[in-house]
């Protein structure tokens, strides 16, 4: 179901809102209490009009709105005499609930369930039965009844879109006829069971705290929370009584108002033409982000987390962290020294900043926004991981001291399915941050295209129901009613560290951007715009012509803020016109890392495999693990250490020296082919035990399963890396040719973070690559697409062949102060090949060697060198070996880039010069690492060099095992031919 809010025309099925009396929208806001509506001064007083003289409205010249009352099941008796009408499913939801716990409902309805009068067992019986039942006890169920459709329903006639100005008619199944009352019951009082606080009230002064509570500024979907307990916290908040703001707080939402029109117009004039992706029409966002950061501050939050796209980035960036007009000025004349990123940076709406917010009263606390390339709501999971990070180093892991808030656009909410995976992290173990605040600005309209054809759902909002948060839609020209959302959703947040949404309702005063014309598209959505006056106008207006403020005093406020941008803007000008920094190329900065010592002792290395069999008292392994441990023991003793006791090693090591550890991605506790288990389950109890975190080590190794998705996964992981820079951050992927689904993570973030934002990251990506005839899905972890990215050693890809390489590669980059992301082609069949195993000195020696040399060949026998990465050495050295050659060296790569144009120059020149190079890959000629590599080799031996593959294809591999086993055998054979 979808609103055309493009035209104002809505189909039957999605109702219009109820509002009382005939008032223009216009009318209600220069009379404060027309329709109940609460404005400044305005005491929710409603047109004395009966509610039953709305009976019937709908079906007056209306189109049909048809609803299809639920039936009762099968054998379950129905309700004796008693027709609810459309509105019977109410009362059978409610049954239901009674049957399960009585409790659960209210007291009228166990009173009206436990009555035998009540029931029966078919329905002819209920049809033909006297109306004497239609008593007083009756009655109280119908209007308990009535009560619950308006928590249900009420939001569908809520007063909340400022750019509809029509009389609103009530919602069918809203009609106090729909619930069997008529106007005669009005004046009755009924038994409420505590609901508005009251044990008894009369029919009309239930209808008006419904109204009041539903169907004014405010309308709140929360029905759908399964929690009693929740769902009670928030209507005792919406249907008692609140407090009109004092003179200090509206005069506190003037001034955010006044700033954040002020901030838009002044661009608007200054920097005609160029984009900015205004606020305006949105300005109540400034109000309810100004709200919900007070409300944290007097609740001990010490740090807030903004993502958000672009729109109204700008004005975030100046009224709420803080950063200076001068400097966004200065991005608007282009003046930014792309030095002071190492990189070209980014457009101005793009960008992150950290700085303090300041409340009126004094208090204050960090905020930050992060920063987002043009894929809009992929920053929502980075944001989560930021704060994931910031939480567990405060306070032990301590929620409530970090806030996350994430700023959507309401297309996006709705059209961007990296939004489900995020909400569905919120409550995950490895994942959840106490809740976060999601604040949709709903214009109302995507880029050009209206809701109709943007989402098949009634709300933009409506995601947010599968993690059963709560919703409330608010009127954005209201913002009063902001102001007591933003403190709602803050409470909710703070007393069930869950999500919850803002839905922000306005419009956008202009185009998607400024150079936009949006009338083309939506004439008469735009036509009212035009003819609208700014909220901040009309909360001004209101506030004066109740006396709580003279207009010399709005327009003083104004002029001193719009002094101060100009005061801003002339700096900058001066600035600009005494010169422009000299662009220089960027380039590499040359210095290599300084060299960390990644060998560990031998005391350490049977300290961490120790740890493996040292299980709790009573703790029963699984039968099939169990061998599995015990042989991690034997294997230093033996020289045959394998893939899994290597990362066992350099992770437990790694936790004694300090650093600690967070491994993530699906399944990887058990890992994916089941050699890790680095997470044991009781095989009686379910309990479960990390070995690694008995060592005794001041940090934790968190292994946590993720969640089925590699999108908002990795882009979790980017964020957490960010804030804890110290910390080894791992993310695995299933398998490595899954990580295309996080391809706009790897190409945004993790390959261009530094070049755009001067943002560095030290995140690590495992991803298990090979052909080994499990057909085109389960092979290739796509090298050619990172090797691509590379440049100014924005990254190290690594692709290590030796249990031993590896172990030192991830304490290397866990101990280096280098901080860059790090990718590695991990093994699949390698994890339990013989021949790929190392020795314990390999672990208390050495470091990572970027190049393995050929230890085997004699030199000066060398006719062909070949040269590879990964598993294929393994093929081509069993070759060699049943052939018994000895004129081919195999020399391998273990690091693809940086290019290791040293180390392999050396390998290289033990060589005979005449001797051919060939560099052999398992992958076709257009993919692996052949693409990169090839150019960079030939420049390095300056001569041509051959390339030993699969032909071009445009899949990485066949689907059928026979015929990969052919062509890997004829690869093979072609190398030494």
């Known amino acids: 179901m979808c609103r055309r809010y493009g035209t104002f025309a809505r189909p039957a099925h999605i109702p219009p809102c109820h509002s009382l009396g005939t008032t223009t929208r216009s009318e209600r806001f220069a009379s404060p209490t027309a329709c109940g509506k609460r404005w400044p001064g305005a005491g929710w007083k409603r047109s004395a009009e009966p509610a039953a003289s709305a009976i019937g409205r709908m079906q007056r010249g209306k189109k049909a709105i048809h609803t299809v009352a639920s039936q009762p099941r099968a054998g379950q008796p129905v309700l004796h005499g008693q027709d609810f009408g459309l509105n019977e499913w109410l009362v059978e939801e409610q049954y239901e609930r009674f049957l399960h716990d009585p409790t659960s409902v209210d007291e009228a309805w166990r009173a009206f369930f436990k009555s035998p009068s009540a029931m029966t067992p078919t329905r002819h019986e209920a049809n033909t039965a006297s109306g004497s039942a239609d008593g007083s006890a009756v009655k109280a169920v119908r209007v308990a009844a009535l009560i619950h459709g308006y928590r249900v329903r009420g939001h569908l006639m809520a007063d909340t879109d400022p750019l509809t100005t029509e009389q609103r008619d009530g919602h069918p199944e809203l009609d106090i006829t729909a619930f069997g009352l008529g106007a005669e019951d009005l004046d009755r009082s009924f038994v409420v069971d505590d609901f508005a606080g009251q044990d008894a009230m009369t029919l009309r002064d239930v209808l008006h705290v419904l109204r009041e509570s539903y169907c004014g500024s405010l309308g709140t979907q929360y029905m759908h929370i399964q929690s009693f307990e929740e769902r009670h916290w928030v209507q005792q908040r919406l249907e008692t009584p609140h407090p009109r703001p004092d003179r200090a707080e509206q005069l506190q939402i003037l001034y955010r108002l006044g700033a954040a029109e002020a901030f838009e117009t002044f661009l608007h004039t200054k920097y005609v033409g160029q984009k900015r992706y205004s606020l305006e029409g949105g300005e109540s966002a400034i109000v309810l982000l100004d709200a919900l950061l007070r409300r944290s501050i007097r609740n001990g939050a010490r740090e807030a987390v903004i993502g958000m796209a672009h729109r109204g980035r700008l004005n975030v960036l100046a009224n709420i962290v803080g950063k200076s007009y001068a400097e966004i000025f200065h ?577 290289l020149g033990r060589y005979p010069a005449d001797a051919e190079v060939l560099w052999v890959q398992e992958e076709p000629e257009n993919q692996g690492a052949w693409p990169f590599l090839g150019p960079r080799m030939q420049r390095l031996t300056k001569r041509p060099i051959g390339c030993i593959s699969r032909a071009q294809a445009p899949a990485p591999a066949v689907g059928s095992a026979r015929r990969h086993a052919g062509e890997q055998k004829e690869l093979v054979a072609a190398a030494f031919r």
């Open 331 to 907: 991005e608007f004349e282009d003046e930014v020294d792309i030095r002071s990123v190492q990189g070209s940076g980014d457009v101005k709406y793009h960008l992150g900043a950290d700085g303090t917010y300041r409340a009126p009263d004094g208090g204050a606390m960090a905020v930050s926004v992060v920063a987002n390339p043009s894929h809009l709501e992929i920053v929502g999971p980075v944001a989560e991981g930021v704060v994931r990070a910031k939480q567990e180093v405060a306070d032990a892991g301590d929620m409530s001291s970090a806030l996350p808030v994430l700023v959507h656009g309401d297309a996006a909410f709705a059209g961007q399915g990296v939004v489900g995976e995020t909400l569905n992290m919120s409550q995950l173990p490895g994942y959840r941050t106490g809740g976060t605040v999601h604040i949709i600005i709903n214009n109302q309209l995507g880029f050009t295209t209206s809701p109709a054809h943007g989402r098949s759902s009634t709300y933009a909002t409506d995601a947010a129901k599968t993690v059963e948060a709560p919703i409330f839609h608010v009127n954005g020209d209201d913002p009063e009613a902001v102001v007591r959302v933003a403190q709602l959703a803050f409470d909710y947040r703070q007393a069930f560290h869950k999500d919850v949404v803002i839905d922000l309702i306005c419009y956008r005063r202009h185009g998607h951007s400024e150079v936009d014309d949006p009338s083309i598209t939506q004439p008469a959505m735009y036509d009212r715009i035009d003819a609208r006056p700014s909220v901040r106008k009309l909360y001004a207006e209101a506030l004066v012509r109740r006396g709580d403020i003279s207009e010399q005093q709005v327009e003083g406020a104004l002029r001193d803020y719009r002094g101060r941008l100009e005061r801003a803007f002339v700096e900058t000008q001066a600035a600009s016109a005494s010169g422009s920094p000299e662009l220089l190329a960027v380039v590499a900065d040359g210095v290599p890392p300084a060299a960390v010592s990644t060998a560990i002792t031998e005391a350490t290395a049977r300290h961490v495999i120790a740890s493996q069999t040292d299980l709790p008292p009573g703790f029963t392994v699984h039968p099939r693990v169990l061998p599995q441990l015990q042989r991690r023991t034997t294997m230093l003793d033996a020289g045959t250490v394998d893939w899994a006791t290597a990362e066992t090693l350099a992770i437990g090591s790694l936790l004694l020296d300090g650093v600690p550890v967070r491994l993530t991605g699906q399944d990887s506790q058990r890992g994916t082919f089941g050699q890790r288990h680095a997470v044991l389950t009781d095989r009686r109890t379910g309990t479960e035990h990390t070995p690694l975190n008995s060592l005794g080590a001041a940090v934790d190794f968190a292994p946590c399963n993720s969640m089925l998705s590699e999108l908002a996964a990795l882009a979790f992981e980017y964020g957490y890396s960010l804030a804890r820079p110290e910390a080894l951050v791992l993310w695995e992927a299933q398998f490595g040719d899954f990580a295309n689904g996080a391809q706009t993570v790897v190409d945004e973030y993790i390959a261009s973070s530094e070049q755009k934002w001067g943002q560095r990251s030290g995140v690590t990506l495992l991803l298990p690559h090979g052909l080994e005839g499990q057909g085109p899905d389960h092979s290739s972890a796509r090298v050619e697409r990172f090797l691509q990215l590379c440049a100014q050693e924005n990254m190290t890809v690594a692709m290590p062949s030796l249990p031993g390489n590896y172990f030192h590669l991830l304490r290397q980059h866990a101990l280096g102060k280098h901080r860059r992301p790090l990718v590695v082609f991990t093994p699949k069949s390698m994890l339990r090949l013989k021949a790929a195993t190392s020795a314990l000195t390999e672990f208390t020696t050495g470091a990572f060697r970027a190049v393995l040399p050929d230890e085997t060949a004699d030199p000066a026998r060398i006719e062909r060198v070949l040269v590879c990465s990964g598993k294929v050495f393994y093929d081509l050295d069993a070759h060699r070996r049943s052939s018994n050659l000895s004129d081919a060296a195999i020399v391998r790569v273990e690091r693809l880039y940086p290019f290791p144009e040293h180390e392999l120059s050396t390998e």
